[in-house]
């Protein structure tokens, strides 16, 4: 685990903000040197505490109107192997995150589609047909936010 | 709507976020000052919002993420945004969605172990306004997860 100080927290806080920022604009905006930041940041990316980045888009703009969340339970416990619906949920190309979690529901899917018609079709011809899948809750994505965490 | 050529680029840019423009131009069979002007285009026209450092909150010690859904007392017209605000000022909390459904908002939020989250729940969760039922999923693992569209 990794400890951090206030020059860290206030990094991170500022690359969760843009990850685009180099070295150079956060040594002058947090008064200290370039070296001091880049072998900071170099730090905490290889101690896993920044695990990569993710690009923001405007979906509605790229023709992806509708992302839905899936609460996926499985209809025969200890009878479907958990690897064949873990990789054939992974497969389908509108899928774009699966968690396994424990609760009234096994799996969470994240799912993307155009609109409710096209999000109707992955629901009918992917989802349901995965193996073992049984009862599915669908919650459709109205807004979405990201906070710091405890950062603070 | 985009070309063919910024839609590629865009293809690379999710699938390595991380990558120099130059690679990404590369990797999208265009040269690096068309690359860099596709992509400050996709930004001024509000397409890309943003890029933003993902923290992995186990790496600094919280080992505990859960997925909390609420369904909210809609009888006050202000529940939402009475709940969103007071959610906001949760530290713990590192997402807020709202949906259509039968669940209103989900928060997912981050704790130390599992007495820390009994802790924030009891504290910070259950003190939350406008609250009628709320439903907990605990994260076990992440089997997939990308930005990557089916475009």
């Not at chain 2, 690096?32 to 890309?48: Q, W």
Request: aromatic letters at 6%.
């Amino acid at each position: 685990m990794t400890d951090l100080d206030a020059l860290d927290r206030r990094l991170l806080r500022a690359l969760v903000a843009d990850a685009t920022a180099t070295a150079g604009e956060l040594a002058r905006r947090f008064g200290c040197s370039q070296p001091v930041v880049w072998r900071r940041i170099r730090r905490l990316q290889e101690a896993g505490v920044i695990a990569g980045r993710r690009v923001d888009l405007d979906l509605g703009r790229l023709g992806f109107g509708v992302s839905v969340f899936l609460g996926v339970k499985l209809a025969t416990r200890g009878r479907v192997s958990l690897e064949d619906f873990e990789r054939a949920a992974s497969a389908i190309p509108e899928v774009q995150m699966v968690e396994h979690v424990l609760g009234l529901y096994d799996y969470r899917l994240r799912v993307v589609a155009r609109d409710l018609a096209d999000f109707e079709r992955v629901l009918r011809r992917r989802i349901m047909t995965l193996p073992g899948v049984g009862d599915v809750e669908a919650n459709v994505l109205l807004s979405e936010e990201r906070l710091a965490g405890p950062l603070g | 709507m985009l070309d063919d050529a910024s839609r590629r680029l865009l293809r690379h840019l999710l699938d390595a976020p991380q990558a120099p423009v130059a690679e990404l131009a590369r990797r999208a069979a265009m040269t690096p000052a068309t690359a860099a002007r596709r992509i400050a285009r996709m930004k001024a026209d509000g397409i890309l919002r943003g890029q933003h450092a993902v923290i992995d909150w186990r790496a600094l010690g919280y080992s505990v993420g859960v997925s909390l859904r609420f369904t909210l007392d809609k009888t006050d017209p202000r529940a939402f945004d009475a709940f969103q605000a007071a959610a906001r000022k949760v530290p713990e909390v590192i997402e807020m969605q709202t949906f259509l459904g039968r669940v209103d908002v989900r928060l997912a939020l981050v704790a130390r172990d599992m007495a820390h989250y009994q802790e924030v729940y009891r504290s910070r969760i259950l003190t939350l306004p406008h609250v009628a039922d709320i439903e907990a999923l605990m994260h076990i693992t992440s089997i997939k997860s990308t930005r990557a569209l089916p475009v």
